[in-house]
């Protein structure tokens, strides 16, 4: 089971770039410390990725929170000219690291959002656009858009990427309401991807949207952290909220979902962060220990935490 450890970090709303929000967070491992990477809001609400350094034994301890984005929005009409959301992190042999994030783009009465790719040259401190447009945007997969990627290397080289992907809106109180699965995409060069037919996470009576998922390889099995949720009510009916499941594949394409050993659920008690829901998980390992980091209240608003597992 999963025990939770408690908030490790919400904005104070004192840095104009992080005034509310620290959603979608990622560990990104150092040798002396872990940093986590999340999205951050402005007075807008424009999202950005920024980051902070916490101890290892300890996560609640904050070494350091940096004072500016890592990535700044797109110019006028692009992918990205309305936010920036942090997703997946990966090491290249060179010394680089790729970011791949979703682009914001609002539109008249809903929102868009499409498949960025950054690099950084810095360690991690700052990142750069590799490209003007996307890498992955709607398309005849992806009839709504493509979004919140997670990105592995398998040993022969291929690339495969596990994302969210909207396929319809329906009016529900008067706004319209996105219903996105899970999906995936193989590629030769993290770049170009081939987008599978066969749904990671497919819709059913109740999951009509899946929240960023988190794939990680254990014992040659592929295991994947995702969240969940009616698209009903969702933002003021806890029965309704994300939730979290946990999923497992042979081959990487083809999943099974096994959401009763996700071990962790909403708290019960109305008080805490993660009483109206759970979200946004990422699994990551340090010394021999499982943790998880996630997302409670409001999409993020009310900052994420970790658990550590324990048999």
């Known amino acids: 089971m999963w025990v939770k450890k408690g908030v490790i970090y919400k904005p104070d709303g004192s840095m ?36 902070l350094d916490v101890d290892y034994d300890d996560p609640k301890k904050i070494l350091y929170i940096h004072d500016k984005p890592v990535l700044e929005l797109g110019g006028p009409g692009e992918y990205d000219e309305t936010g920036a959301m942090p997703s997946w992190f990966v090491n290249r042999p060179n010394g680089d690291i790729w970011l791949y994030y979703t682009g914001w783009n609002r539109t ?75 999906q995936s995409a193989t590629s030769r060069d993290g770049i170009h991807w081939e987008i599978s037919d066969i749904p990671t996470l497919d819709f059913d009576d109740f999951l009509h949207a899946v929240g960023r998922p988190s794939v990680f390889r254990e014992e040659g099995i592929y295991k994947m952290y995702y969240s969940y949720r009616h698209t009903r009510d969702y933002r003021t009916d806890r029965n309704q909220s994300y939730r979290l499941g946990y999923a497992e594949s042979k081959d990487g394409t083809n999943w099974e979902r096994k959401d009763h050993l996700v071990g962790i659920a909403k708290s019960e008690n109305p008080e805490d962060f993660d009483y109206q829901m759970i979200d946004y998980a990422n699994y990551y390992e340090h010394n021999g220990k499982k943790y998880l980091l996630y997302n409670g209240n409001g999409f993020g608003a009310a900052g994420f935490a970790y658990a550590v597992w324990e048999d």
């Open 108 to 182: 008249w009465n809903s929102y868009r959002l499409s498949m960025g790719l950054a690099v950084s040259h810095d360690g991690g401190l700052s990142f750069k656009k590799m490209f003007a447009g996307p890498i992955m945007d709607r398309s005849i997969q992806n009839p709504i858009w493509a979004a919140q990627p997670s990105v592995l290397i398998d040993d022969d080289g291929t690339w495969r990427m596990w994302y969210i992907s909207g396929h319809k809106c329906e009016y529900i109180h008067g706004y319209p309401e996105p219903y996105y699965r899970g």
């Open 16 to 51: 104009p770039h992080s005034l509310s929000h620290a959603q979608v967070p990622f560990a990104y491992k150092h040798k002396d410390f872990l940093r986590i990477y999340f999205s951050s809001r402005d007075e807008k609400g424009q999202s950005r990725p920024t980051f």
